[in-house]
């Protein structure tokens, strides 16, 4: 009974791992944005009522979905290779597969592009990148604008002000404790009493204690002796 329940979690936990894994493009509905387990579970997602009503939407507007989703695929390679290969030349397969690792990117088979060699060819006609042929693919680099070093200098600039204008407030707050702390201090402060007060006090209970003392060893407050009382 252990081997076996200890088996079944063993298969749980595979099969949850696996959910959160890319799987195969062939069993996944770029429509609905479903992903199919297996052929058998693709094939039933197919013959669902709502992967029919989005067929015919699609069916009504796919030049709208295709030109929406062409444009989401190049502004993410695009940003993928300006962000991580700003100034060296790199494979366009590494930055396909850079941009695919996210679960819910647009998927090439969506967009006009029916291949990585094509995409990347568009991007060379519209001079956005420079390309070179090779053997094992095609060589892509960025071509650098203008704007984006506005962009970051732009940035820059935000962030230098959020600093500045943080360790102001973090001297607000030091300098609002200290005040705060001053007056406790203040506050629990005991009274100066002057010295000649305390010397007039300390006269006063002199005195007290002498009388005290005298009246102990006066004569009425003496034990009767025998002779006194004879």
């Not at 997602?45 to 067929?55: A, D, G, Y």
């Not at 507007?61 to 695009?78: D, G, K």
């Not at 991580?84 to 494979?91: F, G, H, K």
Request: net charge positive.
């Amino acid at each position: 009974m252990g081997k076996k329940k200890n088996l079944t979690e063993c298969k749980i936990i595979s099969k949850k791992s696996k959910y959160g894994q890319l799987q195969k493009l062939k069993w996944y509905c770029e429509i609905c944005q479903h992903q199919c387990n297996d052929e058998h579970s693709f094939r039933h997602h197919v013959q669902c009522e709502k992967h029919r009503i989005m067929m015919s939407h699609f069916r009504a507007n796919s030049q709208s979905i295709l030109r929406q989703n062409s444009h989401i695929f190049e502004c993410v390679f695009m940003d993928c290779l300006r962000r991580q290969y700003p100034n060296r030349e790199v494979s366009a397969n590494t930055v396909y597969t850079q941009v695919i690792r996210d679960k819910k990117h647009v998927h090439l088979n969506s967009t006009f592009w029916d291949s990585v060699h094509g995409f990347c060819r568009h991007l060379a006609n519209n001079g956005k990148i420079e390309i070179r042929e090779t053997e094992r693919g095609p060589m892509i680099k960025y071509i650098a604008k203008d704007s984006d070093n506005l962009v970051d200098e732009s940035l820059i600039e935000t962030f230098e002000q959020q600093k500045v204008a943080e360790i102001q407030r973090e001297k607000e707050i030091v300098k609002k404790m200290l005040q705060t702390k001053s007056n406790e201090t203040q506050s629990k402060d005991i009274e100066f009493v002057e010295p000649q007060k305390i010397d007039s006090v300390v006269v006063k209970d002199v005195k007290k204690t002498e009388k005290k003392v005298s009246s102990l060893f006066s004569v009425a407050s003496r034990p009767k002796v025998k002779e006194d009382i004879k």
